[in-house]
């Protein structure tokens, strides 16, 4: 076996190594009664919220107050939020105007933190589904452990554009560390107790963070709270970007522009040295066949061999993070495009700003 070989292979079982952590949130139920807020922050969601607000109402632990903050939508969000939370102890606000050195985002829950009642505060995306048993289980694990727990939802895809999203949710949680005291939060789902979220500065410290799970956390950590993880497995799931190719692009390219650069670097080389086998496989059986450059063996059997073993670790790794399929099968499509939107989101960064829902933020 030459060196072209045992590198390949190595870098193979990385991607292995990498997935060991992707485990979902553990079974438990709450020690005791607390009174909890869902603060729900929703700009142009009104096809989204219907799905989230009746999942809510099937709660095996019943939220005291659901409050959805109407982040000056243009679309219904509003009325529906009303309508389809009918059963649900449910409030609809809208905040001010969105003032210089906010975003969006953060503007919302801020201002639903303080309508709020809730000794405890779950923050939910509007597009997030989850099981009946997730807010049991999610305020089971915040008693245990205290500070910020997260748990990144299962992505759930509909239409083939949605596939070429398999490498943008597979590295974004290779690349981080997930568990207990993990310091890794993410935004679509998480608890706190209000004690813990005014000790940290909450959503006001973060004001101008267009990806502001991630310095949530380390305001967390700087306070002396813990910050835990998990993915979402059965019990969260969501439809990033329903709304076509262009929404999806926009947004892995602001995920990209602000948060790669807060990936610690022993996890990054990893993903990176996984990454740098799997862009091999997807060129060396095209090459292969097609007598393109190629580095090592060009013989047909052996790289068609290299680039079956990428293909079935995507479609049993990709399992744990989303419903992803014949894409796996086809990874050269989504390597292009990750490339694509990775050298835009590098444009970007370097332009100092980024579009997301129809307002430019900064990157900087």
């Known amino acids: 076996m030459g060196w072209l070989e045992v590198s390949l292979l190595v870098r193979w079982w990385l991607g292995w190594a990498l997935a060991v952590h992707l485990q979902p949130m553990p079974a438990a139920s709450p020690s005791r009664s607390q009174r909890l807020s869902v603060l729900i922050p929703a700009r142009n969601e009104a096809r989204t919220l219907p799905h989230l607000l009746t999942a809510l109402a099937r709660q095996r632990l019943r939220p005291d107050e659901v409050i959805v903050v109407d982040d000056h939508s243009s679309d219904d969000t509003a009325a529906i939020a009303w309508q389809a939370g009918r059963g649900l102890p449910i409030q609809v606000l809208q905040p001010p105007p969105l003032p210089a050195g906010w975003c969006g985002k953060t503007w919302a829950l801020h201002h639903g933190v303080q309508a709020s009642s809730g000794e405890v505060l779950v923050f939910l995306d509007a597009d997030t589904e989850p ?120 947004g892995f390219d602001k995920n990209f522009a602000t948060a790669a650069g807060e990936v610690r670097w022993p996890w990054m080389l990893a993903v990176l040295l996984w990454l740098s086998g799997l862009f091999w496989a997807a060129w060396c059986l095209p090459a292969a066949l097609l007598g393109w450059p190629l580095v090592g063996s060009a013989a047909l059997a052996f790289n068609a061999v290299i680039y079956g073993a990428f293909a079935l670790q995507l479609l049993l790794l990709s399992r744990r993070v989303g419903q992803f399929s014949w894409i796996c099968l086809l990874f050269p499509i989504p390597v292009l495009f990750f490339l694509v939107v990775f050298l835009l989101a590098i444009f970007n960064l370097e332009r100092g700003q980024v579009m997301w829902k129809g307002r430019r933020f900064s990157t900087r």
């Open 131 to 250: 099981a009946p048993e997730f807010l049991e289980r999610l305020l089971a694990q915040h008693q245990r452990l205290g500070g910020l727990v997260s748990v990144q939802p299962f992505h759930r895809t509909e239409r083939p554009y949605e596939q070429l999203s398999l490498l943008f949710n597979l590295v974004g949680l290779l690349a981080v560390p997930l568990g207990e005291g993990c310091g890794v939060a993410f935004g679509p789902a998480m608890v706190s107790s209000r004690a813990d979220y005014g000790r940290s500065g909450g959503h006001e410290a973060v004001a101008d963070k267009v990806v502001e799970d991630w310095f949530l956390a380390h305001r967390y950590e700087q306070a002396g709270l813990a910050v835990s993880a998990w993915i979402g497995a059965s019990l969260l799931a969501y439809r990033m970007y329903p709304g076509g190719l262009g929404e999806m692009v926009s």
